[in-house]
């Protein structure tokens, strides 16, 4: 499991996508403090993944490198 600290967005999207750009994680939340997300990707396949958080009119994409 890997967490990441997010702190003080209203209306907050969690997603992660594969290369193919298929939503395989959402989650929608509003964070008023720090609020940690854990996900579980132990049973996809190895590969690049995308993270992106959304909220308070802007996001944030990072490249998740899963491998075994």
Do not use: C
């Amino acid at each position: 499991h890997d967490a990441l600290p997010i702190y003080n967005i209203k209306d907050t999207e969690i997603e992660i996508s594969n290369t193919l750009g298929q939503v395989i994680y959402k989650v929608e939340t509003s964070v008023t403090n720090q609020k940690t997300f854990s996900f579980d990707l132990t049973a996809r396949t190895p590969g690049i993944y995308f993270l992106k958080i959304s909220g308070n009119d802007s996001f944030i994409t990072r490249k998740i490198i899963l491998e075994r």
